[in-house]
């Protein structure tokens, strides 16, 4: 099957069929402590917070999703305009297929016509850097969106439930490094919804990354889109709750910001404002999103901007009932185990 085919395929999937984890966030296991006497008034509550040296309206990320097929780039000019008018960053889907095939490319490169302004993220597999992506290749990467940062997606759990998946997986640390050294944007090192250890970020810290995305398990489940595949002749689902729930991820992988200078996303089941709230709370620097956005992109009634402006109100009005004035003054004394 072609990339192209399997990329739509994945987007029907994940519009169509229960695709989430069995497995929770871990969010569930907090409640806020709510604050009787929060001396602060809603309208001064201010949702500013920055991420990798710029200021955005809201923290939330629209995690990678697509590119690479003709339908692809009306959503990805979709979440660029809106991103642009609502000053959030974004990512595109992996950007593989443009390197194999570079017609393919104006389904990627449409974002930065639509966000002329925006802060756009390039997508690229660890598979696709083991050996070393070429100078050529990280500069069409780069250049065809002209990207403010490079995200390596980590996704053996995904690759493995693929009947044409990779199953190499030696030399990717490398390949980062190399990418690392020849590359002057940022490197941010996400995972799909499985997860990233407390182990995996010391290590990829200590290659230098600067952001990691923990993408952990309670959201969109990559082994259950895989094995829902018709291509899946032998679905194993045994995978499908294969993972780390995000807010292990993020409860674990804070402890490194006292040992190295990088910055930590929360996404993975990112599905509500408390969710939000509560991943910064536990220490995360910013959250981001994928499902959620595409679903609000497709269905009628729905709109990126209405979920964007919910979620929004939802936080003025959290933030006012913890006592806080802005993302920053959160930390863990306003969660409480449940
Ligand atoms: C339709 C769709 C396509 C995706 N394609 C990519 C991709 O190309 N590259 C990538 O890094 N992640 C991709 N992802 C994974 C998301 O970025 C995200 O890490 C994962 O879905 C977990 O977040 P969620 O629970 O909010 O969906 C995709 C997600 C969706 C829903």
Same mark, same amino acid.
């Given at each position: 099957m072609s990339i192209q085919k399997r990329k739509k395929e994945h987007v029907e999937l994940t519009l169509n069929r229960d +695709? /989430?984890? &069995? =497995? #929770? $966030?871990? /969010?569930?296991?907090? &409640?806020f402590v709510h604050n009787a006497l929060p001396e602060v008034n809603l309208e001064d509550v201010d949702l500013k917070?920055? /991420?990798?040296g710029r200021e955005f309206s809201f923290p939330l990320f629209i995690s990678s999703m697509t590119g690479g097929y003709s339908d692809a780039g009306a959503v990805n000019a979709e979440i660029a305009t809106f991103c642009e008018r609502r000053n959030l960053p974004f990512g595109v889907g992996s950007q593989r297929v443009m390197l194999e095939n570079p017609d393919e490319e104006k389904s990627f490169s449409i974002v930065r016509e639509k966000a002329p302004n925006a802060f756009i993220a390039a997508n690229i597999g660890g598979a696709q850097l083991i050996g070393g992506l070429? =100078? #050529?290749?990280?500069? $069409?990467?780069?250049?065809?969106?002209?990207?403010?940062?490079?995200?390596?997606?980590?996704? *053996?759990? @995904? %690759?493995?439930? @693929? *009947?044409e998946g990779d199953t190499r997986f030696g030399g990717i640390k490398e390949g980062i490094m190399k990418l690392r050294d020849s590359c002057e944007c940022p490197i941010i090192v996400k995972e799909t919804g499985a997860g990233i250890s407390f182990k995996t970020a010391s290590e990829l810290l200590e290659i230098g990354v600067d952001v990691i995305d923990v993408? !952990?398990? !309670? !959201? $969109?489940?990559?082994? #259950? +889109? %895989?094995?829902l595949r018709e291509q899946s002749k032998l679905p194993m689902h045994q995978f499908d709750d294969w993972g780390i729930p995000t807010a292990i991820c993020i409860k674990e992988i804070v402890n490194l910001k006292d040992h190295y200078d990088f910055e930590l996303v929360a996404s993975g089941g990112i599905r509500t404002s408390f969710d939000? +709230? #509560?991943s910064l709370a536990l220490g995360a620097d910013f959250a981001a999103t994928a499902q959620p956005v595409i679903k609000a992109i497709f269905e009628p009634d729905s709109s990126p901007d209405q979920l964007l402006d919910l979620w929004?109100? %939802?936080?003025?009005?959290?933030l006012t009932l913890l006592g806080c004035i802005s993302f920053n003054d959160l930390n863990e004394s306003h969660l409480r185990r449940v």
């Open positions: +695709v /989430f984890y &069995d =497995k #929770k $966030t871990g /969010f569930e296991l907090y &409640d917070c920055s /991420f990798l070429s =100078k #050529k290749s990280i500069h $069409t990467l780069i250049n065809s969106i002209a990207a403010d940062a490079v995200i390596v997606h980590l996704n *053996p759990l @995904q %690759e493995l439930m @693929q *009947p993408a !952990g398990a !309670g !959201g $969109t489940s990559w082994a #259950k +889109v %895989e094995n939000l +709230v #509560k929004m109100n %939802e936080c003025r009005i959290i």
